[in-house]
């Protein structure tokens, strides 16, 4: 049975795959993958996940715009959701955090160390 459920939410099918591989072998937790912004809310709504794992450059709806939509959902307002940028100035960050980001990772990021990065903010209910 997993630990945790953790939802990884990258528009690049290459990097869902190489997340799903990561944290399926290094982890028990439950991966589930999105796409996009619509497809992880309702993904979200329907396993409550412990954490969202996302990427902010999304087409359609980006992750800024996932995390304002899941925190208007009752069930999914207290979610930790940790952003995945390529950008790295000093006020994305500042914005993503004010937004109600858990944490936010740069990209490229080390596959091998995602999981620890991670584990510290799943919701433990």
């Known amino acids: 049975m997993p630990t945790a459920t953790v939802l990884f939410v990258d528009d690049d099918p290459d990097i869902r795959a190489i997340v799903a591989v990561v944290l399926g072998t290094q982890t028990d937790w439950r991966v589930l993958m999105a796409s996009s912004g619509a497809e992880a809310l309702t993904l979200a709504l329907a396993h409550v996940p412990d954490l969202v794992l996302m990427d902010v450059m999304m087409p359609d709806m980006d992750g800024p715009e996932t995390l304002q939509c899941m925190h208007k959902q009752p069930a999914l307002a207290q979610i930790p959701v940790i952003f995945l940028t390529a950008a790295t100035r000093t006020g994305e960050y500042d914005f ?30």
């Not at 990021?109 to 991670?118: G, H, N, W």
């Open 96 to 125: 993503l955090l004010r937004l109600g980001a858990e944490a936010v990772l740069t990209k490229p990021f080390d596959p091998l160390s995602l999981a620890d990065q991670i584990r510290p903010h799943l919701r433990r209910d």
